[in-house]
């Protein structure tokens, strides 16, 4: 009993030494924490916004709602904020902000940072989003996948791996509403597209005998019965300056139309233009018009800096599925001494975001690359500044409320693509992204070597068959696409 | 068996395994440390879950294990020899009636795992997932009360398919013949069941991993390839399960021991000529010309060439390396077989082993965005999707140099948490903290120095005299550069443009191979030597006139070869035919 209250007393005394959080000095300014989740707005459902401060030996963090409920986590590397706890936080902070308070252990002595807030928004976000996760690579690919994150948890599904087929996985893209249509590409051995709608998977040869090659870049037109894709035949370079790796590029490019009910491709001279290369097709929310981008051909590798390209505009009939004839010049890639990639119309038509770099057509190798805004109504434009960072922003998809977006970016290290989410208000303004969350970040992230790639929103978890998906892949079967001109 | 026979057993095992490891060390240990750059193996929680969560993850797990000892090649062939004689030894115990003839017949598993291990592809993995199961039907044996071992067994197949995969077979196999052997009533019954639930096995993990079921159904990580069959293992695996059988018969005549002696004679034979046939020397020569890149040992790769001449573009091209590293590849270039350009800066050719030691080329040159190009497709290219500490080292390196120091950070984590990689990068770490890392690491220094600043271009195959021109003239120290430039233009027979690029060349007196090349430009574009410039030793001329005497009279090749076969004239007239003349 001696022993015990001998040993009871030891400890009680190191307890007492040992340096507590409530005698934190105050710091004086905003702590440095990884993710930098320091006043940017979230919506109420997002999964807890775990962080890490840097420097520190441990840390303690308190977030309190404006109606006085708190949550409360610390530890060595990173915060653990329960699901429960943050949900109700989030909850009763909707339409305001929740206070975040950190404290870190620097030397043996608690310092207390001044306060900052996450502002949650009335505006919902979707169920979830999609990407690829690959290595940052060249032309040679290992492991990837296609997967899908549930924004409200940390849960991220697989919906197709390249361990179940030989071959790379690319350019899939959900229908705006319905997460259950999507198409995707595979190539190698295998090589298909692989188109699910109304419940049935297949597998198609999207090689024509009058079209430049396999679909590339998709965009689901709002009826759910065309897909506009690009056909490209893409190269790539490789830069000997030590700021410059990559440059891809095409030798030739065309725009088409899939007219999924009559599975048929649907193209026109005026989006197939000899000496033209058009790409990165999209349809407006209406689905009367197709946007694309367009650059005048040029020499590779000579002139490969001058390659610039503009976003045009021409109109589509749903009804018929006939290409419009006029042609028409949406932004000049010459007003910005730039060349615009990626673009996007909002759902809500009032808006398209783009990516625009120095030049060419892909711009993740691009570390200038950043977002812009046009507004469609005004024809203004303006980077997004509120987002956009030093290093890459590019690919870039709206929720389906236009009061979110997801984009890549490589801010964080320069390489490696991570995806950040902003929250779009009523007036053309983007508030301060946020990396999508993951439990002990700085761990996730930094033992990640997977870039994330073409993020898109879902309302609802993926219906897909991945073992029916994989039988179909590795199945020699595959549909033809037909043809015809569009009228 | 006798006490005599017992020993005499414990000593034909002692015997392979010495054989073993003698056929590793001495003979193919490039193979041993070919293995191991094809690897990255992280003491850390996260690497044993992704690793072991696949059908023969456990198994794939402890042979990437051991196979980070590969970088020591003896250590790597104790090991080697140790999982052989395991796998013999677990045969040996597995079976049921022992004889010194069983105990022969044990050793065919092990010369077969042998000779599959001779193939560089082979994943070590595959030797664990071979006893594994053989130890779980050894220890399952030990059971006695047949319920208990009944329950155990049919457990343990699935799960010995989750840690062995297929192989698992081997257990399902064994313990059968066990169980047929010694039971009594309608024990096939059940030898029956377990067979039938090792076969559904993969068809229910089809369900869980992301793979086709041909791949659950062959193996995953046994060998590196996925979608080949590795027939070799299968065999190994299925002469355990004949060995065990035989022992479970009841035979009724026994060899005796000079019989025996004769089968064990006709063993080492065979084993000896299957080892021997499934061994590449050849690859093992171009394993040994890349190690010895990877470790900078120039003077032991112009030893070993001048031992024995290398004829293949990839071993040229690391011979090519170390003339160049020592300065001695204007002079003595054309002494060795040289056969196009190819053997100097080989042609990009995308899988996991032919961009590695060309990507050590460029990383010399200084051509930093070309060697970490090099690096990482060669790692993308490694067929079962594992990482490479060589290669992660290397984009660390090229990384630091570009000054992608988060970049970089990222790959030396990754690296600290391995045994033999872990100094350097902990090492290299601390430098980049401190910022005396160009001061500390001269190598990172000298290809931050000689790479690029100002001038930039798409790399091209066909204009790589331009790219090593260019780096020259950013860096005019920078004479390897040079030295790559004129023995391009050599090599390729273009002989307009190795005048043209004359001039940066600062040697004096001007090599032997540049005087050749001159003299014989000269004698296509003169009628005669009038004018020749001074720096032409006229020795020279009169050897040239020799040489195309000799060459008119139609001279066979082999006496040329013999008289001339280290000048350039003779390259210029006998190697690198398939380029128009």
Same mark, same amino acid.
């Given at each position: 009993?001696?022993?015990?209250?001998?040993?009871?007393?030891?400890?009680?005394?190191?307890?007492?030494?040992?340096?507590?959080?409530?005698?934190?000095?105050?710091?004086?300014?905003?702590?440095?924490?990884?993710?930098?989740?320091?006043?940017?707005?979230?919506?109420?459902?997002?999964?807890?916004?775990?962080?890490?401060?840097?420097?520190?030996?441990?840390?303690?963090?308190?977030?309190?709602?404006?109606?006085?409920?708190?949550?409360?986590?610390?530890?060595?590397?990173?915060?653990?904020?329960?699901?429960?706890?943050?949900?109700?936080?989030?909850?009763?902070?909707?339409?305001?902000?929740?206070?975040?308070?950190?404290?870190?252990?620097?030397?043996?002595?608690?310092?207390?940072?001044?306060?900052?807030?996450?502002?949650?928004?009335?505006?919902?976000?979707?169920?979830?989003?999609?990407?690829?996760?690959?290595?940052?690579?060249?032309?040679?690919?290992?492991?990837?996948?296609?997967?899908?994150?549930?924004?409200?948890?940390?849960?991220?599904?697989?919906?197709?791996?390249?361990?179940?087929?030989?071959?790379?996985?690319?350019?899939?893209?959900?229908?705006?509403?319905?997460?259950?249509?999507?198409?995707?590409?595979?190539?190698?051995?295998?090589?298909?597209?692989?188109?699910?709608?109304?419940?049935?998977?297949?597998?198609?040869?999207?090689?024509?005998?009058?079209?430049?090659?396999?679909?590339?870049?998709?965009?689901?037109?709002?009826?759910?019965?065309?897909?506009?894709?690009?056909?490209?035949?893409?190269?790539?370079?490789?830069?000997?300056?030590?700021?410059?790796?990559?440059?891809?590029?095409?030798?030739?490019?065309?725009?088409?139309?899939?007219?999924?009910?009559?599975?048929?491709?649907?193209?026109?001279?005026?989006?197939?233009?000899?000496?033209?290369?058009?790409?990165?097709?999209?349809?407006?929310?209406?689905?009367?018009?197709?946007?694309?981008?367009?650059?005048?051909?040029?020499?590779?590798?000579?002139?490969?800096?001058?390659?610039?390209?503009?976003?045009?505009?021409?109109?589509?009939?749903?009804?018929?599925?006939?290409?419009?004839?006029?042609?028409?010049?949406?932004?000049?890639?010459?007003?910005?001494?730039?060349?615009?990639?990626?673009?996007?119309?909002?759902?809500?038509?009032?808006?398209?975001?783009?990516?625009?770099?120095?030049?060419?057509?892909?711009?993740?190798?691009?570390?200038?690359?950043?977002?812009?805004?046009?507004?469609?109504?005004?024809?203004?434009?303006?980077?997004?500044?509120?987002?956009?960072?030093?290093?890459?922003?590019?690919?870039?998809?709206?929720?389906?409320?236009?009061?979110?977006?997801?984009?890549?970016?490589?801010?964080?290290?320069?390489?490696?693509?991570?995806?950040?989410?902003?929250?779009?208000?009523?007036?053309?303004?983007?508030?301060?992204?946020?990396?999508?969350?993951?439990?002990?970040?700085?761990?996730?992230?930094?033992?990640?070597?997977?870039?994330?790639?073409?993020?898109?929103?879902?309302?609802?978890?993926?219906?897909?068959?991945?073992?029916?998906?994989?039988?179909?892949?590795?199945?020699?079967?595959?549909?033809?696409?037909?043809?015809?001109?569009?009228? | 068996?006798?006490?005599?026979?017992?020993?005499?057993?414990?000593?034909?095992?002692?015997?392979?395994?010495?054989?073993?490891?003698?056929?590793?060390?001495?003979?193919?240990?490039?193979?041993?440390?070919?293995?191991?750059?094809?690897?990255?193996?992280?003491?850390?929680?996260?690497?044993?879950?992704?690793?072991?969560?696949?059908?023969?993850?456990?198994?794939?797990?402890?042979?990437?294990?051991?196979?980070?000892?590969?970088?020591?090649?003896?250590?790597?062939?104790?090991?080697?020899?140790?999982?052989?004689?395991?796998?013999?030894?677990?045969?040996?115990?597995?079976?049921?009636?022992?004889?010194?003839?069983?105990?022969?017949?044990?050793?065919?598993?092990?010369?077969?795992?042998?000779?599959?291990?001779?193939?560089?592809?082979?994943?070590?993995?595959?030797?664990?997932?071979?006893?594994?199961?053989?130890?779980?039907?050894?220890?399952?044996?030990?059971?006695?009360?047949?319920?208990?071992?009944?329950?155990?067994?049919?457990?343990?197949?699935?799960?010995?398919?989750?840690?062995?995969?297929?192989?698992?077979?081997?257990?399902?196999?064994?313990?059968?013949?066990?169980?047929?052997?010694?039971?009594?009533?309608?024990?096939?019954?059940?030898?029956?069941?377990?067979?039938?639930?090792?076969?559904?096995?993969?068809?229910?993990?089809?369900?869980?991993?992301?793979?086709?079921?041909?791949?659950?159904?062959?193996?995953?990580?046994?060998?590196?390839?996925?979608?080949?069959?590795?027939?070799?293992?299968?065999?190994?695996?299925?002469?355990?399960?004949?060995?065990?059988? /035989? &022992?479970?018969?009841? #035979?009724?005549?026994? +060899?005796?021991? *000079?019989?025996?002696?004769?089968? =064990? !004679?006709?063993?080492?034979?065979?084993?000896?000529?299957?080892?021997?046939?499934?061994?590449?020397?050849?690859?093992?020569?171009?394993?040994?010309?890349?190690?010895?890149?990877?470790?900078?040992?120039?003077?032991?790769?112009?030893?070993?060439?001048?031992?024995?001449?290398?004829?293949?573009?990839?071993?040229?091209?690391?011979?090519?390396?170390?003339?160049?590293?020592?300065?001695?590849?204007?002079?003595?270039?054309?002494?060795?077989?040289?056969?196009?350009?190819?053997?100097?800066?080989?042609?990009?050719?995308?899988?996991?082993?032919?961009? /590695? &030691?060309?990507?050590? #080329?460029?990383?010399? +040159?200084?051509? *930093?965005?070309?060697?970490?190009? =090099? !690096?990482?497709?060669?790692?993308?290219?490694?067929?079962?999707?594992?990482?490479?500490?060589?290669?992660?080292?290397?984009?660390?390196?090229?990384?630091?140099?570009?000054?992608?120091?988060?970049?970089?950070?990222?790959?030396?984590?990754?690296?600290?948490?391995?045994?033999?990689?872990?100094?350097?990068?902990?090492?290299?770490?601390?430098?980049?903290?401190?910022?005396?890392?160009?001061?500390?690491?001269?190598?990172?220094?000298?290809?931050?120095?000689?790479?690029?600043?100002?001038?930039?271009?798409?790399?091209?195959?066909?204009?790589?005299?331009?790219?090593?021109?260019?780096?020259?003239?950013?860096?005019?120290?920078?004479?390897?550069?040079?030295? =790559?430039?004129?023995?391009?233009?050599?090599?390729?027979?273009?002989?307009?443009?190795?005048?043209?690029?004359?001039?940066?060349?600062?040697?004096?007196?001007?090599?032997?191979?540049?005087?050749?090349?001159?003299?014989?430009?000269?004698?296509?574009?003169?009628?005669?030597?009038?004018?020749?410039?001074?720096?032409?030793?006229?020795?020279?001329?009169?050897?040239?006139?020799?040489?195309?005497?000799?060459?008119?009279?139609?001279?066979?090749?082999?006496?040329?070869?013999?008289?001339?076969?280290?000048?350039?004239?003779?390259?210029?007239?006998?190697?690198?035919?398939?380029?128009?003349?």
């Amino acid at each position: 009993m001696n022993r015990f209250l001998c040993l009871l007393t030891v400890l009680m005394t190191l307890a007492a030494c040992s340096p507590r959080e409530r005698d934190a000095a105050p710091a004086g300014i905003l702590p440095d924490i990884w993710p930098d989740y320091v006043g940017v707005t979230v919506p109420a459902t997002i999964a807890p916004l775990d962080f890490t401060l840097d420097g520190a030996d441990a840390l303690d963090v308190r977030l309190t709602a404006p109606d006085g409920t708190s949550l409360r986590s610390g530890g060595k590397a990173s915060t653990r904020f329960s699901g429960k706890g943050w949900k109700k936080l989030l909850h009763a902070s909707i339409g305001d902000s929740v206070t975040v308070t950190v404290s870190g252990l620097f030397d043996g002595a608690w310092r207390r940072f001044e306060p900052f807030s996450i502002y949650v928004s009335e505006d919902g976000i979707d169920y979830g989003l999609t990407y690829r996760m690959l290595e940052p690579g060249y032309q040679i690919y290992s492991f990837m996948g296609i997967y899908e994150r549930e924004l409200g948890s940390f849960r991220q599904r697989a919906l197709l791996e390249n361990t179940q087929f030989a071959g790379c996985v690319n350019c899939h893209a959900s229908f705006r509403d319905d997460p259950s249509a999507l198409t995707l590409h595979i190539r190698g051995a295998h090589g298909a597209t692989l188109l699910q709608k109304d419940g049935r998977l297949a597998a198609y040869d999207t090689k024509t005998d009058s079209t430049l090659g396999t679909c590339v870049y998709p965009y689901w037109h709002p009826s759910g019965r065309y897909i506009a894709y690009s056909t490209n035949n893409t190269h790539q370079g490789f830069h000997a300056q030590p700021d410059k790796i990559i440059e891809v590029f095409d030798l030739d490019s065309d725009i088409q139309v899939y007219d999924v009910a009559n599975n048929q491709i649907i193209t026109a001279p005026q989006v197939k233009r000899p000496g033209i290369w058009e790409t990165f097709p999209v349809f407006s929310p209406d689905g009367g018009t197709l946007y694309f981008t367009s650059a005048v051909q040029v020499e590779i590798p000579g002139e490969l800096s001058q390659s610039r390209y503009s976003l045009y505009k021409v109109s589509f009939d749903p009804e018929t599925g006939t290409i419009g004839k006029d042609v028409e010049t949406v932004l000049d890639a010459a007003d910005f001494n730039g060349s615009i990639c990626f673009p996007r119309p909002s759902y809500d038509g009032k808006y398209l975001m783009f990516t625009l770099c120095d030049y060419g057509t892909f711009s993740i190798w691009h570390h200038e690359a950043d977002l812009w805004l046009l507004d469609l109504a005004t024809g203004e434009t303006r980077p997004i500044s509120e987002v956009n960072s030093d290093d890459t922003d590019s690919f870039h998809n709206w929720g389906t409320n236009n009061r979110w977006f997801v984009f890549s970016s490589r801010r964080d290290d320069g390489l490696f693509t991570r995806l950040y989410i902003a929250h779009f208000d009523g007036d053309g303004v983007a508030s301060k992204p946020f990396m999508l969350p993951q439990r002990d970040p700085k761990k996730y992230y930094g033992d990640l070597f997977l870039s994330y790639n073409v993020p898109d929103f879902v309302t609802g978890p993926v219906p897909f068959d991945k073992i029916h998906a994989q039988k179909a892949i590795n199945s020699p079967e595959r549909i033809p696409f037909g043809f015809r001109w569009s009228e | 068996m006798s006490r005599a026979h017992r020993i005499a057993a414990m000593v034909m095992t002692a015997l392979m395994g010495i054989a073993v490891y003698l056929f590793f060390a001495f003979r193919y240990p490039y193979h041993i440390h070919f293995q191991e750059q094809y690897q990255l193996f992280e003491f850390t929680w996260k690497y044993f879950a992704e690793v072991t969560w696949v059908p023969g993850g456990l198994a794939d797990w402890i042979g990437r294990f051991i196979t980070q000892f590969f970088y020591y090649a003896p250590t790597g062939s104790v090991l080697m020899a140790v999982l052989v004689c395991g796998v013999q030894l677990l045969v040996w115990a597995a079976c049921r009636r022992r004889s010194l003839a069983v105990f022969a017949l044990t050793f065919i598993p092990a010369i077969l795992l042998t000779a599959f291990f001779c193939d560089e592809n082979a994943l070590t993995g595959s030797a664990v997932a071979v006893a594994l199961p053989l130890a779980c039907a050894v220890l399952c044996r030990k059971l006695g009360a047949v319920r208990t071992r009944y329950i155990v067994e049919t457990v343990l197949v699935p799960v010995l398919y989750l840690a062995c995969g297929p192989l698992c077979l081997l257990f399902v196999l064994v313990a059968a013949c066990h169980e047929v052997a010694g039971g009594e009533g309608r024990t096939w019954i059940f030898a029956l069941c377990m067979v039938v639930l090792a076969a559904l096995c993969p068809l229910a993990a089809g369900r869980i991993f992301p793979y086709t079921t041909a791949r659950l159904v062959q193996g995953i990580h046994y060998y590196r390839f996925p979608n080949l069959l590795p027939g070799m293992l299968y065999g190994a695996a299925l002469a355990c399960a004949a060995v065990v059988l /035989v &022992s479970c018969l009841k #035979i009724r005549r026994q +060899l005796k021991s *000079v019989p025996s002696l004769a089968l =064990y !004679a006709v063993l080492v034979a065979a084993g000896t000529f299957l080892t021997l046939r499934a061994a590449d020397p050849a690859k093992e020569e171009w394993m040994r010309y890349d190690f010895m890149v990877r470790m900078q040992m120039w003077n032991r790769i112009m030893m070993q060439a001048d031992r024995h001449n290398p004829d293949n573009p990839k071993t040229v091209s690391c011979l090519n390396l170390a003339l160049a590293m020592t300065g001695r590849l204007p002079d003595s270039q054309f002494s060795y077989f040289q056969n196009g350009p190819d053997g100097l800066l080989p042609g990009y050719v995308g899988d996991f082993t032919n961009p /590695v &030691s060309t990507g050590e #080329i460029y990383w010399h +040159l200084g051509m *930093v965005n070309t060697a970490q190009r =090099y !690096a990482f497709e060669a790692q993308e290219a490694i067929p079962d999707f594992q990482k490479s500490a060589r290669f992660y080292k290397r984009l660390a390196e090229t990384n630091l140099v570009n000054g992608d120091t988060a970049v970089a950070l990222k790959y030396l984590k990754a690296l600290q948490h391995t045994i033999f990689y872990r100094k350097w990068a902990k090492e290299t770490a601390d430098l980049v903290a401190d910022g005396t890392l160009f001061e500390k690491r001269p190598e990172l220094a000298r290809a931050r120095d000689f790479r690029l600043r100002e001038h930039d271009y798409l790399f091209s195959d066909t204009e790589m005299d331009s790219m090593l021109g260019l780096l020259n003239v950013e860096h005019p120290d920078n004479s390897m550069a040079i030295d =790559y430039l004129m023995s391009w233009c050599l090599l390729r027979k273009d002989l307009n443009r190795f005048a043209e690029c004359l001039p940066l060349v600062k040697a004096s007196p001007l090599p032997q191979a540049y005087q050749e090349a001159l003299l014989l430009l000269w004698v296509f574009t003169h009628e005669d030597f009038n004018g020749l410039p001074p720096y032409i030793s006229p020795s020279n001329v009169q050897r040239l006139n020799r040489f195309m005497a000799d060459a008119n009279a139609r001279k066979s090749e082999s006496v040329m070869e013999a008289t001339y076969g280290k000048t350039y004239w003779f390259y210029y007239i006998y190697r690198y035919l398939n380029r128009q003349q």
